[in-house]
């Protein structure tokens, strides 16, 4: 651990970070797992760990790897050992619960707080991370970075539109997602391995996540068109850290 990190074990809650990164990527289109795919000239995951390891409140960030995971220490050389943990899951929620059961190995507490935050949605910015942690940090419940839905919603059936499904109130979630490791631990275990976000699983046991607006670029690399896309932006981010606004 760093000085910086020793100096906040005096604090009664430490913030720590869960970052998935044992999916296949199956719609990316691209050889092999999309997070060690190269874009503006290192793997999806190499950006995301920067970003996360530039965040000063994270005491420590642990990565979930699939079990047969071959890549991880040659892209990421200087992540601290002990915290890649290759007990990645079937489902994105089974490999979240992973990372904390190894958080909670490694001594993090119930009430300390956890970030999980997807390999692959590497245009994230430390800025957009301590937006999510100031507002959340006194929140009775957490929350999670999110985008009011823009566009008019479309209900389909075999290719056509059906219905026009109202987008008041609705909006896209993102990552990270931040919530009490205890309180997640539990709704995980609650729910299953079914939900595909982190806030699902605290809505399933009655609470509401505080919705904190995010940034269009935060998007998940999921598609092929993805990659180029998060090529051109990645360099004209770095330089933009403390603006939200789009
Ligand atoms: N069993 C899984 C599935 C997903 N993830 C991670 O969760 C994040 C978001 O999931 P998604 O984009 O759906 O990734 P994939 O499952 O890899 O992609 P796809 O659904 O296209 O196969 C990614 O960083 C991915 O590596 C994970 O750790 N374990
Ligand atoms: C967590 C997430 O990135 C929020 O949008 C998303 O739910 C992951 O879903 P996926 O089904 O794993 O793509």
Redesign the pocket.
């Known amino acids: 651990m760093t000085a910086e990190s020793d100096r906040l074990t005096s604090q009664p809650e430490r913030l720590y970070a869960v970052v998935p990164c044992a ?1 296949v990527g199956s719609r990316a289109g691209v050889e092999g797992p999309k997070q060690y795919h190269p874009v503006a000239g290192r793997p999806v995951v190499a950006h995301t760990l920067a970003a996360l390891a530039a965040v000063r409140r994270l005491h420590g960030v642990m990565v979930v790897l699939s079990p047969d995971d071959d890549r991880f220490e040659a892209v990421a050389p200087a992540h601290p050992p002990g915290w890649a943990v290759r007990t990645g899951g079937a489902s ?1 929620a089974d490999s979240v619960a992973a990372g904390i059961r190894a958080l909670r190995e490694r001594g993090a507490a119930p009430s300390d707080w956890v970030l999980v935050h ?1 390999a692959a ?1 590497c245009l994230i910015q430390p800025a957009w991370v301590d937006a999510l942690i100031d507002a959340c940090l006194l929140d009775p419940v957490g929350g999670l970075l999110a985008l009011p839905v823009a566009d008019t919603l479309k209900q389909s059936d075999g290719g056509r539109a059906v219905s026009t499904v109202d987008r008041q109130g609705k909006w ?4 990270p ?1 931040m919530f009490r490791l205890g309180v997640l631990a539990d709704a995980l275990d609650h729910v299953g391995s079914a939900v ?3 806030a699902s699983a605290i809505e399933a046991v009655g609470l509401s996540p505080r919705l904190v607006p995010g940034h269009f670029c935060n998007f ?1 690399v ?1 598609w092929p068109g993805d990659f180029a896309l998060a090529d051109q932006l990645l360099p004209s981010l770095a330089g933009q850290h403390g603006d939200m606004s789009r």
Not at 172 to 175: L, S
């Open positions: 999916g994105r997807d949605r896209a979630a993102q990552t997602q595909t976000d982190e998940k999921t």
